[in-house]
């Protein structure tokens, strides 16, 4: 079974700090994706990327960036954390020439 | 670009009733259809997918969903429910362009009460 495990399962930081989300996935997937849910809104694309030290924005970039430097790991990175950004993050991965991704269990951001 | 609208934010139902939950969908070229389920505390997990072939598609837990084109509509039905299915549906279409990136609903929440 694909594993995809996230570094945090809740996170509460202070407003201004620099945020770190980890994402590991485990089936030498190609892409990987970091969404943000928030009730009645679904998920929205931050980022993505499509192999190791590419990304690309999604739908809601705005004050966050990503690395990748090894195919199995997807950072996302929240420079100087707002309130605004309290959410659920969820990563996931997918092979290349396919469409159906796989998800973690979600890190529950409260920046205070 | 793509959208996706559920149309219900929540749908309660009792235990071994019928349930269908709406998918509509808009997109000017062939698209690629997902439910996924989420249970709480946790992520989301593949119920189904349209990618070609059948209209009717069936999936894990008794679920199944019809691709309409004509309608844009991808809808979740299952003849019977369980309390177990308490969960969040969402779904998601991908047009197949770079990065495979997926839409998604903003989600619709099934309650099964005894």
């Known amino acids: 079974d694909v594993k995809v495990t996230q570094s945090s399962r809740y996170l509460v930081k202070r407003t201004g700090e620099k945020v770190f989300l980890e994402c590991v996935q485990d089936?030498?997937?190609?892409?990987m994706f970091w969404y943000r849910q928030d009730p009645g809104l679904g998920l929205r694309l931050i980022y993505f990327s499509y192999d190791v030290k590419m990304k690309e924005k999604g739908d809601i970039p705005e004050g966050y960036s990503v690395s990748r430097e090894k195919k199995e790991r997807f950072s996302l990175i929240l420079e100087s954390a707002s309130t605004n950004q309290t959410s659920m993050y969820l990563c996931?991965?997918?092979?290349?020439?396919?469409?159906?991704?796989?998800f973690g269990p979600g890190t529950r951001l409260t920046v205070t | 670009a793509q959208s996706v609208t559920q149309l219900d934010s929540q749908v309660p139902v009792f235990e071994e009733a019928p349930v269908e939950l709406r998918c509509n969908y808009s997109s000017s070229v062939s698209v690629y259809l997902f439910w996924y389920v989420q249970y709480p505390n946790q992520g989301l997990q593949l119920l189904l997918k349209y990618l070609s072939g059948s209209t009717l598609v069936k999936g894990i837990n008794g679920f199944e969903a019809e691709f309409n084109k004509s309608q844009t509509s991808f809808h979740l039905r299952k003849p019977s429910v369980h309390i177990s299915d308490t969960a969040e549906y969402f779904c998601a279409v991908s047009e197949g362009s770079g990065g495979n990136m997926l839409t998604f609903g903003g989600g619709t929440r099934l309650m099964v009460k005894p």
């Open positions: 089936m030498d997937h190609e892409n």
């Open positions: 996931a991965s997918s092979l290349k020439r396919t469409y159906e991704q796989y």
